[in-house]
């Protein structure tokens, strides 16, 4: 492990040299006799410094994995009333539908709607589908009573 770290290391010093141009003459030079400490003198030959990179990053944008997320109501729930408010997320750009009818989506995602409810057993189905071929759906049943 140690070696492998080593080879690394001196393998990064060999690209940082490789990279970096030297100047074509010392802009300072160091001087020490023994037991003194070094002085330096600078010469008047400027320095060339490296120009910043103009090399723009690439953005990476990851796509969100496509999903639907039904809050409200819950599956098999006993309701008292003739309607439910349908809540849920899916992802920003998606088409939503609750039992055919479109449904707006907001920019998070999020999106709701009500359903008008027979008294007994009623179903409630919510396809969202993306742009490229996604799509996801659930199928809710919920009790109503009056």
Do not use: W, Y
């Not at 492998?4 to 990279?19: I, K, N, Q």
């Not at 023994?34 to 030959?45: E, F, I, M, Y």
């Amino acid at each position: 492990m140690r070696k492998g770290m080593v080879l690394a290391c001196f393998g990064l010093l060999l690209l940082l040299a490789a990279c970096s141009k030297p100047s074509p003459t010392p802009a300072a030079t160091a001087t020490a006799t023994p037991g003194q400490l070094p002085t330096v003198t600078s010469s008047s030959t400027p320095v060339s410094t490296p120009a910043p990179s103009t090399t723009a990053m690439p953005v990476v944008v990851t796509p969100t994995a496509f999903f639907l997320d039904v809050t409200a109501p819950l599956d098999e729930s006993v309701l008292q009333g003739t309607s439910v408010q349908v809540v849920g997320k899916t992802v920003p750009d998606a088409i939503v539908s609750v039992n055919g009818q479109p449904v707006d989506v907001g920019a998070d995602g999020g999106f709701f709607t009500t359903v008008a409810l027979q008294e007994g057993p009623n179903s409630i189905e919510i396809i969202a589908s993306g742009f490229s071929g996604n799509h996801a759906s659930k199928i809710l049943t919920v009790v109503a009573i009056r």
